[in-house]
T-cell receptor, first 116, second 114 residues
Framework: AQSVAQPEDQVNVAEGNPLTVKCTYSVSGNPYLFWYVQYPNRGLQFLLKYITGDNLVKGSYGFEAEFNKSQTSFHLKKPSALVSDSALYFCAVREGISGGYNKLIFGAGTRLAVHP | NAGVTQTPKFRVLKTGQSMTLLCAQDMNHEYMYWYRQDPGMGLRLIHYSVGEGTTAKGEVPDGYNVSRLKKQNFLLGLESAAPSQTSVYFC?????????????FGEGSRLTVL
């Protein structure tokens, strides 16, 4: 069965410093990987995805993520954090099988706190 | 462009009462989903629909029912609410493509069962 783990409940970083939010996954086939962000009292918003190709994918708001097949990881990164990046971040995985059903399995979420 | 709209946004129920959450999307998406979000547990899929007139169970379907009579609407019902159903409920929708997986979410409905 597919699963995704976010080992950190919270990540604290100073504004201007680089940030990393960790995600590891488990699927039996090729993974489709996603990051979503949730701001307070809002729904989740799509940030970026990895389907195939370049292991480094770029997304919204300056975020990027690196797919590492050998480590089964898909860590979210940003070179310079902003206070406005403070939010709840979810990693999600979908098994890359054929068919149109887009069932995603979400991690528990990591709260990012960026301090001025 | 409204996207995905959920009503109501807040509701307080007593144990045993029933209620329906309404989700409406204006993006002509085929797929719609209901998730619940609980602290430390992320999002868990309750039910989903791959098209008008079809529904299927997700990870945590017990105690909930759904209907998709119109393509743009996906209703989540609680027939007899229990305190364990206190949660934030999110509706989402997506295109039919198997390659994107991008979901569009509503802003959530906070339900408290006393």
């Amino acid at each position: 069965a597919q699963s995704v783990a976010q080992p950190e409940d919270q990540v604290n970083v100073a504004e201007g410093n680089p940030l990393t939010v960790k995600c590891t996954y488990s699927v039996s086939g090729n993974p489709y990987l996603f990051w979503y962000v949730q701001y307070p009292n809002r729904g989740l918003q799509f940030l970026l995805k990895y389907i195939t190709g370049d292991n480094l994918v770029k997304g919204s708001y300056g975020f990027e993520a690196e797919f590492n097949k050998s480590q089964t990881s898909f860590h979210l990164k940003k070179p310079s954090a902003l206070v406005s990046d403070s939010a709840l971040y979810f990693c999600a995985v979908r098994e890359g099988i054929s068919g149109g059903y887009n069932k995603l399995i979400f991690g528990a979420g990591t709260r990012l706190a960026v301090h001025p | 462009n409204a996207g995905v709209t959920q009503t109501p946004k807040f509701r307080v129920l007593k144990t045993g009462q029933s209620m329906t959450l309404l989700c409406a999307q204006d993006m002509n998406h085929e797929y719609m989903y209901w998730y619940r979000q609980d602290p430390g547990m992320g999002l868990r899929l309750i039910h989903y629909s791959v098209g008008e007139g079809t529904t299927a169970k997700g990870e945590v379907p017990d105690g909930y029912n759904v209907s998709r009579l119109k393509k743009q609407n996906f209703l989540l019902g609680l027939e007899s609410a229990a305190p364990s159903q206190t949660s934030v409920y999110f509706c989402a929708s997506s295109y039919i493509s198997s390659n994107t997986g991008e979901l569009f979410f509503g802003e959530g409905s906070r339900l408290t069962v006393l």
